[in-house]
């Protein structure tokens, strides 16, 4: 019998993109909850305690991001998003109504199951299930988010109260993506949430203290026009 890899809700009203993800998911070992429409999927949101919901933005009833916005009033679920609109704005609008992940479609079913997993693992970690206590490794860099501290080969690394915020923000939800704005709001406050250059002034400078090559960084991701993200990492 193929191990049980998680309980899935998947909102979507296209009948021939539900049958083909449920199969593949079901292949994987994930038990599939279909739902039509943004009414029947806050309801199975809501009664089956799902691991992850998987949700398309155009539903018949409502828009997806309303259905993200409802969910988030009462659950810390990853919220992974299939869509076919490709518009920066929305992808930024569905993260910062709290959406972790946004595949455009057409999609190719090997991403979707490699989302699916992050983001099943950093709940899991936020969780407390084989949570790192705080502590992270970037290569060669740890971070000890409760001791402020961070360190290069046991060197410690300078960092100002911005770049520290910043990066904690990131670490805390490694792997998803950090919209411009919700990091904004984390180093500056909410007065700055529009003020995008600064945060590309303090991302580059965390880059070069953080990374071994700045121009071709592997820790600190951009997910262009919409925010940035930390590689998936490991406790210190």
């Known amino acids: 019998m193929q191990e049980h890899a998680g309980n899935i809700v998947f909102i979507e009203d296209d009948p021939h993109i539900r049958k083909l ?3 593949a998911l079901e292949q994987e070992g994930f038990i599939v909850h279909e739902a039509r429409t943004a009414r029947e999927g806050v309801t199975e949101a809501g009664t089956r ?25 009462w659950s810390s679920v990853p919220i992974v998003i299939l869509s076919a609109r490709t518009q920066e704005s929305e992808k930024v ?6 959406a972790d992940d946004y595949l455009v479609k057409p999609f190719g079913m090997p991403e979707l199951l490699a989302c699916m997993r992050a983001q099943l693992r950093r709940h899991a970690r936020a969780s407390g299930e084989g949570k790192p ?8 860099v740890v971070v000890d988010l409760p001791a ?5 080969n046991g060197e410690a690394l300078h960092l100002t109260q911005i770049e520290y915020r910043l ?3 990131l670490l805390r939800d490694a792997g998803r993506v950090i919209t411009h704005r919700q990091l904004l ?3 500056w406050g909410p007065s700055h949430a529009e003020d995008h250059h600064y945060l590309r002034i303090y991302m580059q400078r965390l880059r070069q203290k953080l990374e071994r090559d700045a121009a071709q960084p592997v820790h600190i991701l951009t997910e ?7 590689a998936e990492v490991v406790g210190g």
């Open 185 to 187: 709001v984390a180093g």
């Open 49 to 73: 305690k799902p691991d992850l919901v998987i949700l398309d933005l155009g539903l018949p009833d409502s828009d997806g991001k309303q259905v993200i916005a409802e969910i988030r009033s």
């Open 148 to 152: 402020r501290s961070v360190t290069r």
């Open 133 to 140: 206590s705080g502590r992270y490794r970037l290569g060669e």
């Open 93 to 98: 609008e569905a993260l910062d109504a709290g």
């Open 224 to 230: 262009i026009g919409v925010g940035y993200r930390v």
């Open 167 to 169: 990066l904690a923000t």
């Open 21 to 23: 993800v449920k199969s």
